[in-house]
């Protein structure tokens, strides 16, 4: 399990730090036109197609976007097409956690909590155990490899159930110098942007 570092802020200081950023990340985001984010949802997923880890990666669970978030629909469809086993996150309402299920084609996802699509009630469960690479989508990103979520929760609770290669998603808009982290945030092990793979700063 990835953890960061612990910073010197208290938790009440990482708070509002986070919810801070979460609405600068809001504005920025709300000024990107929709022909840029799918501009740049391509760049992003022909961007990943080229690294190792996608290529090595036999089992991999992506996620279906909201709105003015990266579309990684593009790669779900080509990871399909070359036989890979594509994921996505499925929320159990009776045990109100995620678990992972395999599709075969986008028409398995359908409408599910808050409006998120996700994989229908036929799609089978895959042991999180068997996933090489997750693709995570996030609010911000850093070079150290900080991630800043939506501030729910759940999809975090998640992640930290995982034993995968974390690769995080985002707009160049946004990357910033430095995400507010706690003891129990995760660590991404790449982020990529339209331009690339970011270069982690050792820590």
Known sequence: MRRMKPTSENNNDVCLLKNEMRKQMFLAKQAISNTEMLEQSSLLCD???KTDFWSSSKTVLLYSNLNKEISVNQLIERGLKIKKNIALPRYDLNNKNYTACIISALKD???GRYNIMEPSINCPQVDINQLDLV?????AFDHIG???G???GYYDRFLKKLNATFCGVCFRE???HKTPQDSHD???DFTMTPDGKLDFDLI
């Open 109 to 111: 996802l359908v409408i």
């Open 47 to 49: 961007q990943l197609e």
């Open 135 to 139: 693709i995570v989508p996030g609010v």
């Open 150 to 152: 939506r501030g729910g």
């Open 146 to 148: 900080g991630r800043l």
């Open 174 to 176: 946004q990357v910033v």
């Open 186 to 188: 995760i660590k991404m």
